[in-house]
């Protein structure tokens, strides 16, 4: 069964930090990792998905990485601002078959950005 | 991109009603469709997942009859919490992808439902 962890639980920085957030999962055997962005009593917001081929996404100022092998990602946000204060969440998502589409999701990293 | 809706987004009701909470894909045709519930400081744990026209299927622990759901055409999804009771009160969230072999997940807004 697959697990995922997410490390630090909880971040606060002061504004222009870069930072990076872990997640761990113990089965390697992913079709693809999705890093996520919710705000307090929100929805998802899909932020990048990074595909079992590649190894890194980039959008903006936000780099995902995926190293299969150690079953870890990251997720660096650069030049950390007020606004990136949210809940970021990382799921596995599983190869096909009767697993597909079934996430699993970490606890989350809790980020507060300061002014 | 694909847009993801839920009704309502709040409800608050008494314990032993029914509560009805709506998946639409407004863009796209969803032939399955995936809901979840998240407690408060924990993350999404997947309930069961919804296929247009057959029968829901659901993950261990979860009491089918309990969480009725029902999948009538191809952009609408519907979980029944049925005779609701305070530890039911969750934050609900249904996501859909674009079809087999796609990649994205969408993921609704999310439905609070808070049992008296």
């Known amino acids: 069964k697959q697990e995922v962890t997410q490390i630090p639980a909880a971040l606060s920085v002061p504004e222009g930090e870069n930072l990076v957030l872990n997640c761990s999962f113990t089965d390697s055997a992913i079709y693809n990792l999705q890093w996520f962005r919710q705000d307090p009593g929100k929805g998802l917001t899909s932020l990048l998905l990074?595909?079992?081929?590649?190894r890194e996404q980039t959008s903006g100022r936000l780099n995902a990485s995926l190293d299969k092998s150690s079953g870890r990602s990251t997720l660096y946000i650069a030049a950390s601002q007020p606004g990136d204060s949210a809940t970021y969440l990382c799921a596995a998502i599983p190869r096909g078959g009767t697993s597909y589409g079934k996430l699993t999701f970490g606890q989350g990293t809790i980020l507060t950005v300061h002014p | 991109g694909a847009v993801v809706s839920q009704h309502p987004s709040w409800v608050i009701c008494k314990s032993g009603t029914s509560v009805k909470i709506e998946c639409r894909s407004l863009d796209f045709q969803a032939t399955t469709m995936f809901w979840y519930r998240q407690f408060p400081k924990q993350s999404l744990m997947l309930m069961a997942t919804?296929?247009?026209?057959?029968?829901?299927?659901?993950e261990q622990g979860v009491e089918k009859d309990k969480f009725l759901i029902n999948h009538a055409s191809l952009t609408l999804s519907t979980l029944t919490v049925t005779s609701a009771h305070p530890e039911d009160s969750s934050f609900y969230i249904c996501?859909?992808?674009?079809?087999?072999?796609?990649?994205?997940?969408?993921f609704g807004p999310g439905t609070r439902l808070t049992v008296l």
């Open positions: 990074i595909q079992s081929s590649q």
């Open positions: 996501s859909a992808n674009l079809g087999p072999g796609t990649d994205t997940q969408y």
């Open positions: 919804s296929n247009e026209g057959s029968k829901a299927t659901y």
